[in-house]
Structures are given as structure tokens and as C-alpha cells.
Antibody
Framework: QVQLQESGPGLVKPSETLSLTCTVSGGSISGYYWSWVRQPPGKGLEWIGFIHYTGSINYNPSLQSRVAISVDTSKNQFSLKLSSVTAADTAIYYC????????????????WGRGTTVTVSS | DIVMTQSPDSLAVSLGERATISCKSSQSVLYSSKNKNYLAWYQQKPGQSPKLLIYWASTRESGVPDRFSGSGSGTDFSLTISSLQAEDVAVYYCQQYYTTPQTFGQGTKVEIK
């Protein structure tokens, strides 16, 4: 079955750019939307944004000025960049698949990666 | 943004008893023309990623035990665990996907009494 794996640095300095990649295995990245969700320590879930395999993107307005999501269908990967990070960006970052069927996509996320912890600290 | 509010923040239930979590949205997540509520429930066990339990407010994801059920429409929803098992200890989140930004409730922690 489809599996997702996040990868990237676990430690990022304040004011620098956080960069993460999600690798999709066991299935194709085509035909779906792909999301990033984060969870600060001990807190709830925050939707960052999602990207369609064709490149169509939607970001959370609260992060829109700092976030960029991209997709590389040749590598079956999609990526997250978050610029000008502060301690408030310290979180577990999850990638997830948005369920789609027959060309129609829902919005709920049916497959999740295990998450990767990113700490912002000097 | 649509604000999702869950209650209670935590609850302790005896094994085999019923647990019910409420989720209210600040505006309707019912897409009238499709007669679908754009509301999902997730379970997050300690140290794990969220797991989809329910979508379209009441449709159980494949493989989810039938003791989990979702109900509600418009702005008021609930998740019920009919007979709590030890493995159900987790934090449960509701999520609206009616519009972006997608938003989650603050979570409800379910424990064994």
C-alpha cells in the first residue's frame, strides 16, 4: 500500500529556511492532492497547505507569505519550504495524501507519514 | 476561517462504556447540492501520526472497528465509541474540509477511567 516518508534537517536556525521532502512509495503521486500538516509540541494539528500533482497549490493564509510547496512527479516526491523560521515553527511536520477517486478529490487525508520533528534553535 | 470546537477537552471512560465527543463548526460544512458534510475524524495515539477514522461525517474508513461511529450535520457533529477498548486511548480530532484553510478541532483526549 502507499507509504509516505518525510525527510529533512531536524534542526534549523532562526531566520533560515526549513526544507522537507515527502517521498511517496507503493503508489503514484499522480492523481492526488498532497498535504503538509504540522503539530507543535503538545498541541493540535495545523494545516499548512496542499498541492495537486499537476502543480495547483493552496496555502494556509496564516503561512502564505513564508511557505512554498512543490511537486516532482519524476521522483514521486513533494516538498515543503518555510522561510524566516522562528521558535514558533518548531513542530512535528507530517505529509499526507488527500483522498481522490475517479478524478474527484475530497479533502480528507487518508494516508499519513510518520512525521519528522523540526526544531528551530540557534 | 471555519473554527472547529471540540468538547470536552478530555474524558475518562470505563472499559466497555460509551464515549462521545462533540465537534461544532463556526459555519455549516454541509455542501447542500451534494448533501455531504465535509467533516472527518482522526485518531492520534501517543507517538503516532493521525489516522483517518470517519469521513463525510459518518462514513467509516476501511478497517476501522464498527464501535466507532460518526453523526451530525451542518454545524454539529459527534464521534461515538460504543464500547471503549484499551487500544482506543488516544487524542481525537475533527477536521473540516469544506473550505480552505482546512481546520481542525483542538483535540479530545480519551483515557480509561
Amino acid at each position: 500500500q502507499v507509504q509516505l516518508q518525510e525527510s529533512g534537517p531536524g534542526l534549523v536556525k532562526p531566520s533560515e529556511t526549513l526544507s522537507l521532502t515527502c517521498t511517496v512509495s507503493g503508489g503514484s503521486i499522480s492523481g492526488y492532492y498532497w498535504s503538509w500538516v504540522r503539530q507543535p509540541p503538545g498541541k493540535g494539528l495545523e494545516w499548512i497547505g496542499f498541492i495537486h500533482y499537476t502543480g495547483s497549490i493552496n496555502y494556509n493564509p496564516s503561512l502564505q507569505s513564508r511557505v512554498a510547496i512543490s511537486v516532482d512527479t519524476s521522483k514521486n516526491q513533494f516538498s515543503l519550504k518555510l522561510s524566516s523560521v522562528t521558535a514558533a515553527d518548531t513542530a512535528i511536520y507530517y505529509c499526507a495524501r488527500v483522498y481522490c477517486s475517479g478524478g474527484t478529490c475530497s479533502g480528507y487525508m487518508d494516508v499519513w507519514g510518520r512525521g519528522t520533528t523540526v526544531t528551530v534553535s540557534s | 476561517d471555519i473554527v472547529m470546537t471540540q468538547s470536552p477537552d478530555s474524558l475518562a471512560v470505563s472499559l466497555g462504556e460509551r464515549a462521545t465527543i462533540s465537534c461544532k463548526s463556526s459555519q455549516s460544512v454541509l455542501y447542500s447540492s451534494k448533501n455531504k458534510n465535509y467533516l472527518a475524524w482522526y485518531q492520534q495515539k501517543p507517538g503516532q501520526s493521525p489516522k483517518l477514522l470517519i469521513y463525510w461525517a459518518s462514513t467509516r474508513e476501511s478497517g476501522v472497528p464498527d464501535r466507532f461511529s460518526g453523526s451530525g450535520s451542518g454545524t454539529d457533529f459527534s464521534l461515538t465509541i460504543s464500547s471503549l477498548q484499551a487500544e482506543d486511548v488516544a487524542v481525537y480530532y475533527c477536521q473540516q474540509y469544506y473550505t480552505t484553510p482546512q481546520t481542525f478541532g483542538q483535540g479530545t483526549k480519551v483515557e480509561i477511567k
